[in-house]
Structures are given as structure tokens and as C-alpha cells.
């Protein structure tokens, strides 16, 4: 059973790089921005709360000179090519042409840990910088949500740290919580995909009134436990009656997972976003037994992925290097 390193892992397809020809080492200019992977629901706080992590992707968006060969398409590329362009029609400005797309991330496409927020937040981030930080935040939060469509991923991705989020039309209001220190996730991330829209079709249509009581009480008290460090009421607080029961017919054994992360001493334990990773809230000092857990139920119930402990990134997207 693998775990991720802290550095090294790409399971990112690799763009901009790879073939004859594609080089990026001498481009007209290059920004590259440090992204973190964000967790999003945390059980009941559905599209309305998210945490980054200290898992990163690394995307470097470059203005090439004309005439370079034109890189080969991938899914992440093309998000953050569609937030660059995004970022300078804001202003009425046409986008530079021979834009390329380099990229490398420890965590996955299609697994819960907002891989396309990622790459939407460093186009945007990175189209900013090109652009002199010309776009404030909330202009950058207002395209990210509307290119994402998911505001609660792409808050913690632009912005680091926990992010409560509540879209009202055009509007969308966003608070980032002081998170008390101390907390770890410790995750793994099955081999299974489960695209988010295919889990959103198994969600429920309507809700009764106890179950709506259930997760809106869930909810409050999660964002209370965080930020006041009360992390005995966290197993209640992450407690879902909307998204996670539904969402076991993709990932039948997730309930199991959560079972072996709580009984090894994980404060709770729930589905990433719409999965497959699932997280556990644990301290430092138990959070390699609950990661040695996950990995045993995992492997004792023949499910193929890799393990991981992270702490809350406070910094979000931010660009490491310009010229």
C-alpha cells in the first residue's frame, strides 16, 4: 500500500513538457503558481465549506515565443488555459497568444481533492500576476466559482486555509474561520474516480424536515468545533444526511473506512467533496496510527489506492517564481 511523499508524486498529466520540441526553459515569460488540494463538505457543510491542504500542484503558465508546437490537450491544461482567458475578458483585454501549460500535482484528477479548483485558481492567479494584479479577490472568487461552478473548492484553493461560502446570485459571501492548530487529515485515496457529476445524480431531490434540522445543526457545530478546538464534537459535526448514504453506491465500503479511522483514534471521518478520498480529523500524535488504519481497511477489503497525512495550508494559491 503506497503512500503519498511529500514530493515527487505527479499523478497530473504531465503538460507543456513532454514530446520533441516542447520546451520551456527559455519562454517569453513564466509564471508559476503553488496550488494547494482542498477537501470541500466535510460531511454536512454541503458547497458551503472547505479546508486546503498541504498537498500541491505546481502549474507554470507561460507566454512562448510564436511558433512553438502546440502541446498535446489534457483535462487540467485546458482548465487553466479557460481561467486565463477568463481573467483578461474580465477587463476586456484579449489573452497573449502561444500561451503553454506545465504542470505536476501530488494528488489526483477525479478523486475528491479539487484537482480542477487547482488548476482553475492557478490560471487565475497566474493571469493575474501577467495582468499586475489588476483583478481583486472577489473579482478572482466570482470567476473561479463561475468557471468551477463549486465555490466552497475553489475559496480554500484561491485563498488557503477554511473557507464558509454562500452563493446569493451574483453575490457570493465568503468568510475564512480562524482554524484552532493542532488538526491533521489523514487520507487515502482510492484508485476508484467518482466524477462529480455522476455523484450529484445520486443525491436526493428533497430533504425532510428532521434530515434538513439534521445537517444545518451538523453543519453549524462543525465550523464551531474547528475554529474553537473542540474536536470531541467533530464526530458528531461531520455527521450527513444529504450527500454521503447516496453516495455509497459508487464507494459501498467508504462507511467501513470511516469506522477503521475512529476506532483507531480519528476524531471523525468523512467523504472528500463528491469522492472517492476520504478524510479523517485527527491530532499529531494519532495521525499516523489512523493513516496506518486506513491502509488496513483498505487492503483487508481489496481496495487499490495510497494514504496520506496533511495539515491545513493557510496560504492558498500563491505564485512562486515570475520574470
Not at 484579449?94 to 475528491?112: C, D, I, K
Not at 480542477?116 to 490560471?123: E, N, P, V, W
Not at 484561491?158 to 488538526?183: D, N, T, W, Y
Request: glycine content about 8%.
Amino acid at each position: 500500500m503506497a503512500s503519498v511523499a511529500a514530493a515527487g508524486a505527479a499523478p497530473y498529466p504531465a503538460s507543456g513538457t513532454s514530446g520533441p520540441g516542447l520546451s520551456l526553459t527559455m519562454p517569453d515569460r513564466s509564471i508559476t503558481v503553488r496550488v494547494p488540494a482542498t477537501t470541500a463538505n466535510l460531511g454536512p457543510g454541503f458547497d458551503a465549506v472547505g479546508l486546503a491542504l498541504t498537498l500541491y500542484a505546481n502549474i507554470t503558465v507561460s507566454v512562448a515565443p510564436e511558433g512553438r508546437r502546440k502541446e498535446r490537450p489534457d483535462p487540467i491544461r485546458r482548465m487553466v488555459l479557460a481561467a486565463v482567458r477568463a481573467a483578461y475578458a474580465h477587463i476586456s483585454e484579449r489573452a497573449p497568444r502561444g500561451l503553454q501549460v506545465a504542470s505536476t500535482a501530488e494528488f489526483p484528477v477525479g478523486r475528491g481533492l479539487g484537482a480542477s479548483a487547482a488548476a482553475r485558481a492557478a490560471g487565475l492567479v497566474a493571469a493575474n500576476s501577467l495582468l499586475d494584479q489588476r483583478l481583486s479577490e472577489a473579482e478572482l472568487l466570482s470567476l473561479g466559482t463561475e468557471l468551477e461552478g463549486h465555490a466552497d473548492n475553489i475559496a480554500p484553493a484561491l485563498f488557503g486555509g477554511l473557507q464558509v461560502v454562500a452563493v446569493e446570485g451574483s453575490h457570493i459571501a465568503r468568510v475564512a474561520p480562524a482554524l484552532k492548530s493542532g488538526l491533521r487529515c489523514a487520507g487515502f485515496i482510492p484508485e476508484l474516480s467518482m466524477p462529480t457529476h455522476e455523484s450529484r445524480d445520486l443525491l436526493p431531490k428533497r430533504l425532510s424536515r428532521s434530515d434538513a434540522v439534521h445537517n444545518s445543526s451538523r453543519a453549524a457545530l462543525l465550523v464551531a468545533a474547528l475554529t474553537s478546538g473542540a474536536w470531541d464534537q467533530l464526530r458528531v459535526a461531520t455527521d450527513d444526511r444529504l450527500h454521503q448514504h447516496a453516495r455509497r453506491k459508487l464507494f459501498p465500503r467508504m462507511f467501513d473506512l470511516f469506522e477503521a479511522a475512529t476506532d483507531a483514534g480519528a476524531f471523525a471521518a468523512y467523504l472528500s467533496g463528491g469522492g472517492s478520498t476520504v478524510i479523517a480529523l485527527t491530532d499529531a500524535r494519532r495521525a499516523a496510527r489512523v493513516q496506518a488504519a486506513l491502509e488496513s481497511a483498505a487492503e483487508a477489503y481489496a481496495i487499490p489506492g495510497r494514504s496520506f497525512v496533511a495539515e491545513p495550508n493557510r496560504r492558498g494559491a500563491a505564485v512562486t517564481n515570475g520574470s
